[in-house]
Every structure is written in C-alpha cells, then in structure tokens.
C-alpha cells in the first residue's frame, strides 16, 4: 500500500451552490468572488448512450477530501465507466448521511464519524472506500499562542458528528485542557473568530486555509499533529442503491479508484483541480493539500474505524449500550469488497 501526501444534528441544507459561491466570494482577496464553475467532462460525453445518472454528494469547500470523484469528474473516468454524477454538496457530513437517509443521494465522500454514528442511529448506510487521511487544521486567533490558552475557551466544530470534533476531544486530552466545542457551519467559522465569538475552530482543508485571511487566524496544529495517519473521509454509498444496483454501485466505485489513483499520480494537476474546484488561488490550494494523505490502494483500516467508535463511546457521543461489539459492529458498516475487486 503507497501513501501519498499533499501532504462531520441531522438536518439538511438546502441552496448549498449558493453557500459555496457566498462562503469564498466573501474570503477575499485572491480568492473567486464569482460562480464556481462545475468541473465537467466534455459535452459529448452527456450524449452518449446508456449514461446512468447517480446523485453523489461531497462537503462544501473539501475538493482534496473528494479528490478522488473530483479528478474522475475532470478526466471523464466517470462517463467512460458508463456513468454521470449529479452533484450535490452540504455543510456537514451529518447533513450528507441524512441525505442518504431521505433517498436523495445514493453516495457521497465524508467522514467516518458521521457515518458511523448515523449506522447507530439506524441509518442503512455502508463504507466503501477511504478517500483521504488527515487533512483537517485547527484554526487558533491572535491571542492563542499555545494549546494551553484554548482551556475554557470556544472552539468552533463541524458538529458532533464530525471527525474534526472528535479530534478536538483528542487535542483537549494530550493537552489536558478543556474547551466547549461550538457547533457552526463550516461558512461562518472565519466571521466568527473575527468577531471573537471563538477562540478558534477546526475544520477540513482547504477550507481551513481559504478563511485565514478573513478570520485573522493561523494554524496552531494539523490532523497529524492529532493523531498521524488517522482516516478521514470515505466513499459511503446507501445500503439500499448497494443491494437495488450493484452493477451501478461496482461502476461508481471503479470510477473513484481510478480518480484517485490519477490524482496522487499527477499531484500538481490535482492541485489544479481543487483549485478550480473550491474557488482558489492555486498556491492556496497547494500549501492546503500539504497536509492531506491519500492511499492506494483506498482501504479502509478496521483498526482505525474501531478506534474512532471507541472514542465517540468514551465521549458519550455513543451510548454504550448500542454498540456492544465494536469490532463486529465496524465489520457490518464496512465493505471493502467492491474497492479490493477493482484495485487487485
């Protein structure tokens, strides 16, 4: 297996396009203060015939944790393996899961956590493939100069279920400090730091990277200052699409492999892609994907997957009486089958 590096309660979000264009166009200087345009394939491709539309979602602002879908987009890997993706984005993985709840997207990247806590709530939902390590940054104001100073101060999340909380939860205890942990959309966390109703906030790249300028922040630490190597986002698809179209489902997850294994094999056009992608100055896109890791082969770690249910559990994200065999629990949201069978 090759590492390579460039190093997410459960309500919807609704005008999400419109969120993204608001959210950069107001970062800024150097930024794109205009639509984003779509990375599409050619034209041509939509004619073809036997193109089987899927409504696949990504979050708002983390091109390099989708690097993979995002770079068959751009490349036609997608329309060549018979496919278009119909793309949506949220705010939140946990906005993403229920997405999936409601049958509005069949699949979509996004962290682990909210997808293993909406698997605990019931939601029929598995993972398929890894899509990234690491890649999140916390964000500390001018007057943190040292973990420390965030002890009883507020520290902006993604929400509960996400993986950047938990890595708060973790930060807090190498630190042993305590922090309270502000639920907000990924948008707002640049104004609020600002206006100094946070003390700072953690969240994926290159988002963290692309408000530093209107929040007035720095990076006080990465993901892999947190926990190295920890698994991030992932290829998550509905039970219901997996088992309703597997022919579809076995091409969706062909046409990941194959855009992540372009991606970190021409890392300077993914730089390209995510720049184009999240509305970016292009030496932005490429310092923030320095602390993004990628895969290949993208399987999931059970270990690592484990560990996170364990540490929602002893956060009491988790009641400890509904997962009470962690391993088995992670061996039934997990399905590495599909991605072994294409990557072998």
């Given at each position: 297996?090759?590492?390579?590096?460039f190093?997410?309660c459960?309500?919807?979000?609704?005008g999400?396009n419109?969120?993204?264009?608001?959210f950069?166009g107001?970062?800024?200087?150097?930024?794109?203060?205009t639509?984003i345009?779509?990375?599409?394939?050619?034209?041509?491709a939509?004619a073809?015939?036997?193109?089987?539309?899927?409504?696949?979602a990504g979050?708002?602002?983390?091109a390099?944790?989708?690097?993979?879908?995002?770079?068959?987009r751009?490349?036609?890997?997608?329309?060549?393996?018979?496919?278009?993706?119909?793309?949506k984005?949220?705010?939140?993985?946990?906005?993403?899961?229920?997405?999936?709840a409601?049958?509005?997207i069949?699949?979509?990247?996004?962290?682990?956590?909210?997808t293993?806590l909406?698997?605990?709530?019931?939601?029929?939902v598995k993972i398929?493939?890894?899509?990234?390590?690491e890649?999140?940054?916390?964000?500390?104001?001018?007057?943190?100069?040292?973990?420390?100073?965030?002890?009883?101060?507020?520290?902006?999340?993604p929400?509960?279920?996400?993986i950047?909380?938990?890595?708060?939860?973790l930060y807090?205890?190498?630190?042993?400090?305590?922090?309270e942990?502000?639920?907000?959309k990924?948008?707002?966390?640049?104004?609020?730091l600002?206006?100094k109703?946070?003390?700072?906030?953690?969240?994926?790249?290159v988002?963290?990277?692309?408000?530093?300028?209107?929040?007035?922040?720095?990076?006080?630490?990465t993901?892999?200052?947190?926990?190295?190597?920890?698994?991030?986002?992932?290829?998550?698809?509905?039970g219901?699409?997996?088992?309703s179209?597997?022919?579809?489902?076995?091409?969706?997850?062909?046409?990941?492999?194959?855009?992540?294994?372009?991606?970190?094999?021409?890392?300077?056009?993914?730089?390209?892609?995510?720049?184009?992608?999240?509305?970016?100055?292009?030496d932005?896109?490429?310092?923030?994907?320095?602390?993004?890791?990628?895969?290949?082969?993208?399987?999931?770690?059970?270990?690592?997957?484990?560990?996170?249910v364990?540490?929602?559990?002893d956060?009491?994200?988790?009641e400890r009486?509904?997962?009470?065999n962690?391993?088995?629990?992670?061996a039934d949201?997990?399905?590495?089958?599909?991605i072994?069978?294409?990557t072998?």
């Open positions: 297996m090759k590492m390579h590096s190093c997410d459960f309500e919807p979000e609704t999400t419109g969120t993204r264009r608001k950069l107001a970062l800024g200087a150097g930024l794109a203060a639509a345009p779509e990375i599409v394939v050619p034209k041509r939509y073809q015939a036997g193109l089987k539309t899927l409504p696949v979050l708002i602002g983390a390099a944790h989708n690097a993979a879908l995002e770079m068959a751009a490349k036609g890997i997608v329309e060549a393996n018979g496919l278009r993706i119909d793309p984005e949220y705010a939140s993985g946990a906005n993403l899961i229920q997405a999936i409601a049958g509005d069949v699949a979509g990247v996004c962290g682990t956590n909210p293993l909406g698997r605990v709530q019931g939601v029929d398929l493939a890894n899509s990234n390590m890649g999140s940054v916390l964000i500390a104001g001018p007057d943190i100069k040292s973990p420390k100073d965030f002890n009883g101060r507020k520290v902006g999340t929400g509960i279920a996400a950047q909380d938990t890595l708060m939860l807090e205890k190498k630190h042993a400090i305590k922090t942990h502000v639920f907000v990924v948008t707002d966390m640049p104004t609020l600002r206006n109703e946070i003390a700072g906030y953690i969240v994926w790249e988002t963290g990277h692309a408000g530093l300028a209107m929040g007035g922040g720095r990076v006080l630490a993901s892999k200052d947190i926990r190295p190597d920890h698994e991030c986002c992932a290829l998550v698809a509905s219901k699409f997996l088992r179209d597997p022919d579809a489902a076995l091409r969706l997850v062909r046409s990941f492999a194959q855009g992540l294994k372009h991606a970190v094999s021409n890392r300077e056009e993914l730089v390209q892609v995510v720049a184009k992608r999240d509305g970016l100055e292009v932005l896109a490429r310092k923030a994907l320095t602390n993004v890791l990628y895969k290949y082969p993208p399987l999931n770690n059970p270990a690592d997957l484990a560990f996170v364990q540490a929602l559990i956060a009491d994200r988790i009486g509904k997962v009470p962690v391993d088995r629990f992670v949201v997990l399905d590495n089958t599909m072994r069978s294409v072998a």
